[in-house]
């Protein structure tokens, strides 16, 4: 595995081994879920390398380096054949893993240490990097490979949704699994001392920042945020006044460097604060230009004492650039036992103070949460006095996202395709509840269509070029069901 799947892999590693420990305490289940995760993943990647009916050399490499198995040829291709693998109902199992996580992956005990708020995306990021990842890593990658990594994704966000559906109750798991706990003493406990990864994500900063003509082309080429737009050229102008003000020896106004992105998810704040970025680079204001990303995991430590010290660490990573903190209205999240949020927020303030002159922080979230983030300390008002608000994309703006990401991916659609995708997706909007995506919606839906699209020509013996690369109205009636118009 690569450093960055490695890093998921090992986060949601942990998180499973929190689990185990909350299971012990209730003394309810023999099932060790770090093992049953270790064994669905690696079933996953078998359902992989069986997709083109071939077994390489460097795919049972990748399975047993990562994951500690010690498979050959004729062992991994009995062992498929023996769990069911090579079945085409293999994909209406969930991972029996997936249960634990969707129980218990919002108590207060493991929402500390995960790389997402939202345990449930971590679960099915993992699936994706390490199967993208192994993919990468042979050197006779399929399209029918690609494409039952699609399905199997497509799984596992199926299955998610209908737990969140129905009110919270877990797929079932299988009623016996030969796995033990370990025992008591095997179990430690970190410490104070205990090294504190970061967790998190870092772009830019390692290369020329692009002048500020580029910049305000990639910002104006972004689809749909208009009032986002005019209010980032807005600012810009603002700052060039004030540094010719400076330079004719008059007296600038202070202008507010830090920020409130309010919208829902996959509305563009994290492209505008990369771009922010690197715009404040090139006027001079920061010396790096680079985004650190991180959410309430990134900040919050899970023991007394760390929480301090893991915020300094991101603030010193984001020096120069921009600290961009998603979800933060979770940082004032207060709950029964007590957490450390509110350290984190108290020690981000005093943060921003001391590094105010190269450093950028930017506070993201849903408008009426950011309210009671704004409110939990008294010094963020008056450093986070600019919000942006980013409105929700209308059918056109996801229209056009479709067709960027088909043309990014040599896809096109036809012309009744097209007519189609629109009208859908008008009622998509007209009907959005609280699970509207955004951009992110259309990511997926591009991947259910390009998944479906492949069953369809396989079907038809079809593989010239026109036909790999359109998509008809049927390979995107998956994304739409008939009731409701609301996408799976």
Same mark, same amino acid.
């Given at each position: 595995?690569?450093?960055?799947?490695?890093?998921?892999?090992?986060?949601?590693?942990?998180?499973?081994?929190?689990?185990?420990?909350?299971?012990?305490?209730?003394?309810?289940?023999?099932?060790?879920?770090?093992?049953?995760?270790?064994?669905?993943?690696?079933?996953?990647?078998?359902?992989?390398?069986?997709?083109?009916?071939?077994?390489?050399?460097?795919?049972?490499?990748?399975?047993?380096?990562?994951?500690?198995?010690?498979?050959?040829?004729?062992?991994?291709?009995?062992?498929?054949?023996?769990?069911?693998?090579?079945?085409?109902?293999?994909?209406?199992?969930?991972?029996?893993?997936?249960?634990?996580?969707?129980?218990?992956?919002?108590?207060?005990?493991?929402?500390?240490?995960?790389?997402?708020?939202?345990?449930?995306?971590?679960?099915?990021?993992?699936?994706?990097?390490?199967?993208?990842?192994?993919?990468?890593?042979?050197?006779?990658?399929?399209?029918?490979?690609?494409?039952?990594?699609?399905?199997?994704?497509?799984?596992?966000?199926?299955?998610?949704?209908?737990?969140?559906?129905?009110?919270?109750?877990?797929?079932?798991?299988?009623?016996?699994?030969?796995?033990?706990?370990?025992?008591?003493?095997?179990?430690?406990? &970190?410490?104070?001392?205990?090294?504190?990864? #970061?967790? +998190? !994500?870092?772009?830019? /900063?390692?290369? %020329? @920042? *692009?002048? $500020?003509?580029?910049?305000?082309?990639?910002?104006?080429?972004?689809?749909?945020?208009?009032?986002?737009?005019?209010?980032?050229?807005?600012?810009?102008?603002?700052?060039?006044?004030?540094?010719?003000?400076?330079?004719?020896?008059?007296?600038? &106004?202070?202008?507010?460097?830090?920020?409130? #992105?309010? +919208? !829902?998810?996959?509305? /563009?704040?994290? %492209? @505008? *604060?990369? $771009?922010?970025?690197?715009?404040?680079?090139?006027?001079?204001?920061?010396?790096?230009?680079?985004?650190?990303?991180?959410?309430?995991?990134?900040?919050?430590?899970?023991?007394?004492?760390?929480?301090?010290?893991?915020?300094?660490?991101?603030?010193?990573?984001?020096?120069?650039?921009?600290? #961009?903190?998603?979800?933060?209205?979770?940082?004032?999240?207060?709950?029964?036992?007590?957490?450390?949020?509110?350290?984190?927020?108290?020690?981000?303030?005093?943060?921003?103070?001391?590094?105010?002159?190269?450093?950028?922080?930017?506070?993201?979230?849903?408008?009426?949460?950011?309210?009671?983030?704004?409110?939990?300390?008294?010094?963020?008002?008056?450093?986070?006095?600019?919000?942006?608000?980013?409105?929700?994309?209308?059918?056109?703006?996801?229209?056009?996202?479709?067709?960027?990401?088909?043309?990014?991916?040599?896809?096109?659609?036809?012309?009744?395709?097209?007519?189609?995708?629109?009208?859908?997706?008008?009622?998509?909007?007209?009907?959005?509840?609280?699970?509207?995506?955004?951009?992110?919606?259309?990511?997926?839906?591009?991947?259910?269509?390009?998944?479906?699209?492949?069953?369809?020509?396989?079907?038809?013996?079809?593989?010239?070029?026109?036909?790999?690369?359109?998509?008809?109205?049927?390979?995107?009636?998956?994304?739409?069901?008939?009731?409701?118009?609301?996408?799976?």
């Amino acid at each position: 595995m690569d450093s960055e799947t490695r890093n998921i892999y090992t986060t949601l590693m942990s998180i499973a081994d929190k689990i185990d420990r909350k299971l012990m305490q209730e003394n309810t289940t023999p099932e060790n879920v770090k093992e049953l995760l270790r064994i669905d993943l690696r079933n996953f990647l078998i359902f992989l390398t069986i997709a083109d009916h071939v077994v390489a050399k460097d795919e049972i490499r990748y399975i047993n380096k990562s994951l500690g198995y010690d498979f050959d040829d004729t062992t991994m291709k009995q062992f498929a054949i023996n769990s069911n693998i090579t079945r085409e109902d293999f994909l209406n199992q969930p991972p029996a893993s997936m249960h634990y996580f969707l129980k218990y992956g919002r108590d207060e005990f493991t929402v500390h240490e995960a790389k997402y708020y939202d345990i449930q995306k971590l679960y099915i990021l993992t699936f994706q990097t390490i199967g993208e990842d192994f993919l990468s890593s042979c050197k006779h990658m399929d399209i029918k490979e690609v494409n039952q990594l699609t399905r199997y994704r497509f799984m596992l966000e199926s299955n998610i949704r209908s737990y969140t559906r129905s009110g919270g109750i877990a797929p079932s798991r299988p009623d016996s699994i030969p796995f033990k706990l370990k025992s008591r003493e095997d179990i430690s406990t &970190p410490n104070e001392e205990s090294e504190i990864p #970061f967790i +998190g !994500n870092v772009s830019g /900063g390692d290369k %020329t @920042v *692009a002048d $500020l003509d580029s910049l305000l082309k990639e910002l104006d080429d972004l689809i749909g945020l208009a009032s986002v737009k005019t209010e980032v050229k807005n600012l810009i102008n603002l700052l060039k006044i004030i540094e010719l003000r400076s330079k004719s020896g008059l007296k600038a &106004p202070s202008v507010t460097k830090h920020f409130v #992105f309010t +919208g !829902n998810p996959g509305t /563009g704040k994290t %492209t @505008v *604060a990369r $771009l922010l970025s690197q715009i404040y680079c090139s006027l001079g204001i920061l010396s790096k230009g680079h985004l650190v990303e991180v959410d309430r995991s990134g900040l919050v430590a899970a023991y007394m004492g760390q929480t301090a010290i893991k915020v300094k660490e991101v603030i010193d990573r984001a020096k120069g650039g921009v600290l #961009f903190i998603d979800e933060a209205y979770s940082l004032a999240n207060e709950t029964p036992g007590g957490d450390f949020g509110q350290e984190a927020i108290d020690t981000l303030v005093k943060a921003m103070e001391d590094n105010r002159d190269d450093l950028i922080v930017i506070v993201a979230g849903y408008p009426d949460l950011m309210n009671n983030f704004m409110n939990s300390n008294p010094g963020l008002k008056s450093r986070f006095q600019k919000t942006l608000y980013f409105p929700d994309y209308t059918a056109d703006d996801l229209y056009k996202v479709f067709a960027k990401f088909c043309t990014e991916n040599d896809y096109m659609l036809s012309q009744s395709a097209s007519e189609y995708l629109m009208e859908k997706l008008q009622n998509y909007v007209l009907n959005k509840d609280a699970n509207f995506g955004n951009a992110r919606d259309i990511r997926n839906f591009l991947d259910v269509a390009i998944s479906t699209q492949a069953n369809r020509l396989l079907e038809e013996n079809a593989t010239d070029a026109d036909a790999l690369m359109t998509l008809i109205p049927s390979d995107l009636e998956l994304i739409f069901p008939d009731k409701g118009d609301k996408a799976l």
